[in-house]
C-alpha cells in the first residue's frame, strides 16, 4: 500500500472536495483521482461516491478512513523518533556493570552524561550484578563496558 494514497485519501476524506484537497495538498485533480482509485482496487471496495464535485465517503470509507488515519500518524511519528534517534536526539543508553565497581562508576557516569545531554529526552539505564554474572549478562542483553544499546525511546 502506497504510503502517499493514504496520505492523499486522508486529506479528500477530510475535505470530500477533490478541487480543495488536490490543491491543498499541491497536487493535480487526475493525480488525487488516480491515488483513490489505487487504494480501492487494493482493497477491493469503493470508498467514495463522487456526486459531481463532491466525494463522500462509503460505508467501507468512513471504516477505513479510522485505520488510515492512525497508520498515517503513526508512521509520521516513527519517522520523527527515527530522526531524532540519527540526529543524536533521543534514545535509550544501557550500560551493563559489575557490582564491586557499580557504586564508584555509576555516579560520576550518570553525572556527565546528563551534563552532556541535558536537552536530550531520553532514558538511562544500567544494569548492576555480580562480578562473574555481569559481563556474561552484558554480553547477552548487548550492553557492557564500552557497548552502548541505543533503541527508540
Known sequence: MNFQHLEYFNELAETQYMAQAAEKLGISQPTLSYAVKKLEEELGVP???REGRNTR???YGKVFKEYSEAGVQ???EGRRQLSEMALGESGKLSIGVAKIVAHKFITDVIKDYR???SGIPGRLQFKAG???Q???HAAKRGTGPGHCHYPAG
Open 57 to 59: 465517503l462509503t460505508v
Open 74 to 76: 503513526q508512521i509520521q
Open 130 to 132: 555480580r562480578d562473574r
Open 47 to 49: 470508498l467514495l461516491e
Open 134 to 136: 555481569a559481563p556474561g
Open 115 to 117: 551534563q552532556v545531554n
